[in-house]
């Protein structure tokens, strides 16, 4: 492993007798390079986010609708099972003898 690291040392290290000039130079188009890649990565972000402000808002509707009709049907699930339970009290009360079915009159004293 110690050799791979000084053999790949030697081949990015800067050559004995290598111009600082150059050098120099070429860690300065580097770091621009690098500047220039940095500036357009921010400017694609910000142009991706400002184009997903319209299809988040065209989603955000969509998922309203979509809860409130969640919603609207948990209520009507909720009504249903609360009639079905009433016909189950009256079904039992049909079928109690104790309870008389018809009409009746409160009388005075």
């Known amino acids: 492993m110690r050799i791979y690291i000084r053999q790949l040392q030697q081949k990015v290290g800067p050559r004995p007798g290598a111009n600082p000039l150059m050098m120099l130079l070429s ?20 142009v991706g986010w400002i184009l997903l402000l319209p299809l988040m808002w065209k989603r955000r509707r969509e998922l309203k609708s979509m809860w ?23 079904q039992r009360n049909r079928q109690d003898s104790s309870v008389i079915d018809g009409e009746y009159r409160v009388k005075d004293d």
């Open 68 to 90: 409130q009709f969640g919603r609207a049907a948990k209520q009507a699930q909720q009504q249903a099972r609360q009639q079905q339970d009433a016909a189950q009290q009256q």
């Open 27 to 46: 860690w300065l188009v580097m770091g621009l390079l690098l500047m220039v890649g940095l500036f357009l990565g921010l400017v694609f972000l910000l």
